[in-house]
């Protein structure tokens, strides 16, 4: 998506590690024009398929899911990364992610009652990168007993493992922007 990758190149911002701070328009502050050019871009590839919910996590996740599933006209889950005290722990389902950025494994939870047996769910996130926490969200709708019908993706870090690993999961993957490399503080897209 030719829109996306240009505001990448004039307000990303490259960090140690091959990290890419997006502040500016989808972590911290939103770009709601970004944004619903995003749910149309999905719902333009998505949209032969049946979708019932577009599921992702909190917090970064929210936004572009939120205008993909006012395309699809289905509501939109977001996984919880703490479980409110107004969960009980017995009514959710549950996932770990292992965070490779933070290093640290964290659940993400969702309430039984959001996600049920024969919903079909477009996952949605921000970036991939190593694939776990898409393979978080593909378990909590698997134990609810929905099936993933695709992954929508604003940036994949092509030279991180996560597509090869969602793609030997059977998932369909759409990334907006494949980078192939960060480098000499370059962004280079496949
Ligand atoms: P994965 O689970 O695929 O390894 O990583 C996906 C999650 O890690 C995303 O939801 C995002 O929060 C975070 N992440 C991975 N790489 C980057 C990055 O370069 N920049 C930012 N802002 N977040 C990242």
């Known amino acids: 998506m030719e829109l996306l990758k240009e505001t990448i190149l004039e307000r990303g911002q490259i960090y140690p590690n091959n990290l890419l701070k997006v502040d500016s328009f989808i972590n911290h502050q939103i770009d709601p024009m970004l944004m619903a050019e995003i749910g149309k871009e999905f719902k333009q590839y998505f949209g032969d398929r049946e979708v019932t919910k577009v599921l992702t996590i909190e917090a970064s996740g929210i936004a572009p899911a939120m205008t993909t599933a006012f395309e699809f006209q289905v509501p939109m889950v977001f996984a919880k990364k703490t479980l409110p005290s107004t969960l009980m ?80 999961n059977g998932l369909d993957v759409y990334s907006l922007a494949r980078i192939k490399s960060i480098a000499d503080g370059k962004v280079t897209f496949k």
């Open 89 to 168: 722990k017995d009514k959710v389902y549950s996932a770990d992610v292992f965070s490779f950025t933070k290093n640290v494994t964290s659940k993400v939870v969702v309430a039984e009652t959001l996600l049920n047996k024969g919903d079909k769910v477009l996952i949605v996130d921000d970036f991939l990168a190593n694939g776990e926490a898409v393979l978080g969200l593909k378990k909590l709708i698997e134990d609810a007993g929905g099936e993933v019908v695709g992954v929508g993706i604003l940036i994949e870090k092509s030279f991180q493992p996560g597509r090869q690993k969602l793609e030997d």
